[in-house]
């Protein structure tokens, strides 16, 4: 199978998994290339992301991992034969990759949750408030990149959109929602914007206000992606410019916690809708 050079953070969670069910089951690559019938390069090269896998290898090499959770293994064998080119492949070239990967994964996710504390998240801004975004970056960006980067931006709205939109939910502080990003109709409109979203049935939007009790507060931008399985859950840390992808239990162990914490601590989805009203009169 060809070598690919330049493997997306999905191929890589799969190389990644794969990896760690042959170190639970106490192989070496040696050992699982000899199971297969190749060379240990290729076993390097499929847990290194930079070589595909078949269905049939896969679930062989599942087999001899003693890898008896089905569910898991299917999941698997979706991730490495799916060859799904969505809308982002055409910024390929032309974006920082971590853009693509990040589009990638929100395609593929069985819900999304996200926690913002200075912006509005991605999926939920409006075109001016991303432009003013991306128009604060230093180095300043060259002006078709940055449009570029609003355009796609606007184009992540589509996990939001349809009979398959994607379960959402979004804990937004009170900071996020008064920061002026660009001027005050920007502002306004953006919270316009918010207001019109919450109400689709698969999008929540909450609010933790500056006065509420009880909150101490993480402070920790984030965003957790569903998986298939929920070994295949991803916590990203989704910050204007660039997207970190963790994936170890025990960091999304923690992310699953801190998320839990705030999503209590903020106002229930009606009374969050009355609040961002009475902050866009106040504009």
């Given at each position: 199978?060809a070598?690919?050079?330049?493997?997306?953070?999905?191929?890589?969670?799969?190389?990644?998994?794969?990896?760690?069910?042959?170190?639970?089951?106490?192989?070496?690559?040696?050992?699982?290339?000899?199971?297969?019938?190749?060379?240990?390069?290729?076993?390097?090269q499929?847990?290194?992301?930079?070589?595909?896998?078949?269905?049939?290898?896969?679930?062989?090499?599942?087999?001899?991992?003693?890898?008896?959770?089905?569910?898991?293994?299917?999941?698997?064998?979706?991730?490495?034969?799916?060859?799904?080119?969505?809308w982002?492949?055409?910024?390929?070239?032309?974006?920082?990759?971590?853009?693509?990967?990040?589009a990638?994964?929100?395609?593929?996710?069985?819900?999304?949750?996200?926690?913002?504390f200075?912006?509005?998240?991605?999926?939920?801004?409006?075109?001016?408030?991303?432009?003013?975004?991306?128009?604060?970056?230093?180095?300043?960006?060259?002006?078709?990149?940055l449009?570029?980067?609003?355009?796609?931006?606007?184009?992540?709205?589509?996990?939001?959109?349809?009979?398959?939109?994607?379960?959402?939910?979004?804990?937004?502080?009170?900071?996020?929602?008064?920061?002026?990003?660009?001027?005050?109709?920007?502002?306004?409109?953006?919270?316009?914007?918010?207001?019109?979203?919450?109400?689709?049935?698969?999008?929540?939007?909450?609010?933790?206000?500056?006065?509420?009790?009880?909150?101490?507060?993480?402070?920790?931008?984030?965003?957790?992606?569903?998986?298939?399985?929920?070994?295949?859950?991803?916590?990203?840390?989704?910050?204007?410019?660039?997207?970190?992808?963790?994936?170890?239990?025990?960091?999304?162990?923690?992310?699953?916690?801190?998320?839990?914490?705030?999503?209590?601590?903020?106002?229930?989805?009606?009374?969050?809708?009355?609040?961002?009203?009475?902050?866009?009169?106040?504009?």
């Open positions: 199978m070598t690919k050079r330049e493997p997306t953070a999905r191929q890589l969670r799969l190389a990644v998994e794969l990896r760690r069910l042959r170190d639970a089951a106490g192989l070496s690559a040696r050992e699982a290339a000899a199971l297969l019938g190749v060379n240990s390069v290729q076993i390097s499929i847990e290194s992301g930079t070589s595909g896998v078949s269905e049939k290898r896969l679930r062989r090499l599942a087999a001899h991992y003693a890898c008896t959770d089905e569910a898991f293994t299917d999941a698997l064998v979706a991730m490495a034969t799916d060859r799904t080119r969505g982002w492949e055409e910024y390929r070239g032309a974006l920082p990759t971590q853009f693509l990967d990040l990638e994964l929100e395609h593929h996710a069985t819900f999304l949750r996200e926690v913002q200075l912006y509005i998240p991605g999926p939920l801004q409006t075109e001016d408030y991303a432009r003013a975004i991306f128009s604060d970056r230093i180095p300043e960006l060259p002006s078709e990149e449009e570029l980067r609003v355009q796609h931006r606007m184009q992540r709205k589509a996990i939001l959109e349809g009979a398959d939109a994607t379960p959402y939910e979004a804990v937004i502080h009170e900071a996020a929602l008064r920061i002026r990003v660009g001027d005050r109709a920007a502002s306004r409109a953006q919270l316009a914007s918010l207001l019109a979203l919450s109400e689709a049935d698969q999008t929540t939007v909450r609010v933790i206000p500056f006065d509420l009790d009880g909150f101490g507060g993480s402070w920790t931008a984030m965003m957790m992606a569903g998986g298939a399985v929920p070994k295949l859950d991803t916590a990203v840390g989704d910050a204007p410019h660039a997207a970190a992808f963790i994936d170890s239990e025990a960091q999304l162990s923690v992310f699953r916690t801190l998320f839990r914490r705030v999503e209590a601590a903020s106002l229930d989805p009606e009374r969050s809708r009355d609040f961002i009203h009475r902050l866009a009169k106040e504009l």
